[in-house]
């Protein structure tokens, strides 16, 4: 027997469990939902939903209680903006508040009876705007628009009543200091293009590992005494379970992960910036780091609805956590501190880093290397919590077997007491 | 029901998913935004002026509460490789000559880039650029109308001739906390109402209880569901008013409604979610099945509910699909009867359709009663 021979029966070792693992995969309709349907499904309904990524037209109702051409024009100019349309006259402010009570609209903008007095006067006029605060989005609509407007009608008064000889002077005199102001990486603000890339990015850590605890709970379920790892001479090195089992789901999910990562944001117009090979790089740590972690969790659920509460669970915090909807410097520190246990987390970073703001995979090396880190620790992890259930379950045969002696001879003293 | 609570007891699981994560949960989301708005966040400066001028710009940005001006730039490639390191999320641009040509009023442009892959940053950050260039003009204007003899009340209607007096109802401090939590908790505890309700009642066929569980209640399906979930009922009951107390009481969250309009919608978030995860299980009885359906119908409603992306900016078939979430309808009563506080009959539509899905599992009535007698577990 020589090392190579060893060698030669590992590897076939590794490719019966790699098949065996496959066929579980198809035969199980609980984790061909999470393998197959809902990371393909998924994407595709969260990028529906927010596909429009911006709200427009936002309905307001106007209380005019100055009906003068000044006012009109105010009016006039924030319906003819793209996020505001003015929905409703209302007569005074209570009919405007059961209007909004009614969720007709989600505004009011309020013009007292002396607006356009005020102006000729050379007073400071106010529009009052009164916001529905429940949609963050609805009230920037509202109130950013009433401030544009308010602005642009100021600067073309200041400009007729400066008595400047030339349009270039009144245009300096209304506005000494130009500003521009710049949005980069996701231009139209849209929410689609901010929240998408971390969920998709989640998706693929979420439904692997629910996907390996299913599988991992099934094969529990159909042994006899709720192990693992079936009595097999298959089943006997610790090294080609792990890799037999982990190389079965690798094979899943480098398709999945190309989809997910780069056809899905391809096909919804996503910020692409990053290209290919170097998505690839990024997803052969993350993909390996999910895949053992899922194993180590498995390995913790002895029934396989229970790995389903908990990954559940987590995803939301997940998501929170990657630092995508809440700025990442003002996470409290213990929380950031929890986030490190999770490949997602640094997947998340690092992929919109890489994909939404066109940086390259040395700007992400922190991220980048915690993914290998993660990998080699839950491998580790994935290691001996499968070694520990291989003692127990050959332990549990041998248990087993010593029984089953003990067993046939308590039956074998009885059927001699009672004889 | 004593049969039930010795179940209770018993399975970890419950436990777990009853009290101890939503729990967590609220724990988590109240104290993970506890700013209520980002405070100091990190941006840089590219002063290529250096003048007093930008400086004390540079200054007067620092000052406010939301920006922190943590680093200067030599060119504005250095700034944008900073911000895909991560290290800042916008910064501010000042070319050479700024001064210059505005003392010589020839307009100069400053520019200000920040980063729109956080929406939330992107958003604050822009409202501070706009009042650092509002006050950058105005400071200027201002000098030059005092220099021609206008008094101040004079000066401050040149600069700013309309003003935009915003009332932000019931949420003045436009606190995100107040937006996140009092969606995404109830959405969470919503969430393991579904997954338990399905999951307690696929244990009895998984563990063949079932046939024992229909016998204490004489076989009559009505008596023995209600058997079974009202001591579960009540342990969400203690749950959601607990997190109420916590946020709306203890935390001074806005809320405009009585105590009577929060007690109102925990026993009909609990029980309309208790109606789904029985109707869904009665659809399949299947434990793996319903959990499943479960998840991924509770998961998928925290973007149906359109508390983050308004259901309004949506596509046609999806608003319409919104209405088949309870956390949807459950979120519209919040929102107008307790954080608005406007009266129940403007929501009286989500209301009759949160009482919709209490009714719903009269539906599988006997669809589940033939599940729980004659189907056999398969794993």
């Not at chain 1, 007729?160 to 130009?178: M, S």
């Not at chain 1, 993914?371 to 580790?380: A, E, N, P």
């Amino acid at each position: 027997m020589s090392i190579f021979h060893d060698i030669y029966n590992g590897i076939q070792d590794i490719c019966y469990i790699w098949r065996e693992e496959m066929k579980q995969v198809f035969h199980d309709e609980g984790v061909i939902i999470f393998f197959f349907v809902v990371p393909l499904v998924y994407p595709l309904l969260y990028s529906w939903i927010y596909n429009n990524e911006t709200v427009h037209e936002i309905p307001v109702v106007v209380v005019d209680d100055n009906h003068s051409s000044m006012s009109r024009k105010f009016i006039r100019m924030c319906d003819a903006s793209p996020d505001v349309k003015i929905a409703f006259y209302a007569q005074d402010m209570d009919e405007a508040k059961s209007l909004v009570s009614r969720q007709l609209v989600k505004a009011v903008y309020y013009f007292p009876s002396d607006f356009d007095a005020k102006l000729n006067r050379m007073e400071q006029a106010t529009v009052g705007v009164y916001c529905d605060m429940s949609l963050m989005l609805a009230y920037k609509a509202a109130f950013q628009t009433a401030q544009l407007v308010s602005m642009q009608m100021g600067a073309e008064m200041k400009a007729k009543l400066g008595g400047y000889y030339t349009n270039r002077e009144a245009a300096i005199a209304t506005k000494p200091l130009d500003v521009a102001d710049v949005p980069i990486f996701n231009p139209q603000g849209g929410y689609g293009s901010f929240v998408l890339p971390a969920v998709l990015v989640l998706i693929l850590q979420q439904t692997l590992v629910l996907g390996i605890g299913l599988s991992a709970g099934t094969t529990r379920e159909k042994s006899r005494y709720g192990w693992l790892i079936p009595v097999s001479r298959h089943y006997h090195g610790l090294l080609r379970i792990v890799w037999g089992k982990a190389l079965c789901y690798f094979m899943i999910y480098a398709v999945m992960g190309v989809w997910l990562t780069m056809a899905v944001p391809r096909i919804f117009h996503f910020p692409q910036l990053a290209d290919g090979w170097t998505l690839l790089t990024l997803l052969l740590p993350y993909t390996l780091a999910s895949i053992f972690f899922g194993m180590a969790v498995s390995c913790m659920v002895t029934y396989r609805e229970n790995v389903m509460l908990l990954m559940v669970f987590v995803s939301l915090p997940l998501l929170f956590l990657s630092g995508v909807s809440w700025p990442l410097s003002n996470i409290p520190a213990f929380w950031q501190g929890a986030a490190w246990m999770f490949p997602s987390t640094f997947a998340i970073r690092a992929y919109v880093r890489l994909n939404s703001m066109g940086a390259s995979i040395s700007d992400v090396m922190t991220e980048y290397n915690m993914l290998w880190v993660h990998t080699i620790f839950y491998f580790f992890v994935a290691c001996t919590v499968y070694y520990v259930q291989m003692s127990r379950a050959r332990r549990g045969t041998l248990d087993r077997l010593a029984q089953k002696k003990q067993s046939a001879d308590d039956v074998e003293d009885d059927s001699i007491d009672t004889k | 029901m004593m049969r039930e609570l010795l179940i209770i007891r018993r399975n970890h699981s419950y436990w777990f998913c009853m009290v101890l994560f939503p729990l967590f949960t609220i724990v988590f989301f109240t104290s993970l935004m506890d700013d209520g708005l980002p405070h100091e966040m990190p941006i840089g400066v590219v002063d290529l002026d250096n003048t007093s001028t930008s400086r004390s710009m540079t200054r007067r940005l620092d000052a406010f509460q939301m920006s922190k001006v943590v680093a200067h730039y030599p060119s504005v490639s250095e700034a944008r490789r900073a911000i895909q390191r991560n290290e800042i999320y916008g910064f501010l641009y000042i070319p050479k000559g700024t001064t210059e040509k505005l003392t010589s009023a020839r307009q100069p442009k400053i520019s200000y880039y920040y980063s729109y892959t956080t929406l939330a940053s992107g958003a604050l950050l822009m409202k501070d650029l706009k009042t650092i260039s509002t006050l950058g003009s105005a400071a200027v204007g201002q000098a030059t109308l005092l220099a021609k003899g206008a008094t101040d009340a004079q000066v401050q209607t040149l600069l700013q001739p309309i003003r935009i007096d915003l009332h932000q109802i019931a949420n003045p401090w436009t606190n995100y906390n107040v937006y996140l939590t009092t969606t995404f908790v109830p959405g969470m505890i919503m969430l393991f109402i579904l997954l338990i309700s399905a999951y307690s009642l696929g244990n009895e066929i998984k563990f063949g209880t079932s046939k024992q569980w229909m016998r204490r209640a004489q076989n009559r399906m009505v008596i023995a569901l209600i058997g079974k979930f009202l001591p579960q009922f009540l342990i969400y009951l203690a749950v959601v008013m607990f997190y109420e107390w916590y946020v709306f009481f203890h935390l001074g969250f806005p809320h405009l409604g009585s105590a009577w309009t929060l007690l109102l919608i925990a026993v009909m978030q609990v029980l309309a979610s208790q109606g789904f995860g029985i109707f869904v299980f009665g659809l399949m009885p299947s434990l793996r099945m319903s959990m499943s359906v479960c998840s991924l119908w509770g998961v998928l409603s925290f973007s149906m509910v359109g508390a983050a992306f308004p259901v309004m900016g949506m596509d046609a078939p999806l608003q319409a699909l919104s209405w088949l979430f309870p956390l949807r309808h459950y979120y519209m009563l919040y929102q107008i009867i307790v954080f608005n506080g406007y009266p129940l009959l403007e929501a009286w539509f989500h209301f009759v359709a949160l009482g919709a899905f209490m009714l719903l599992p009269w539906f599988v009535i006997s669809k589940l009663k033939n599940a729980m007698l004659n189907y056999v577990y398969i794993p």
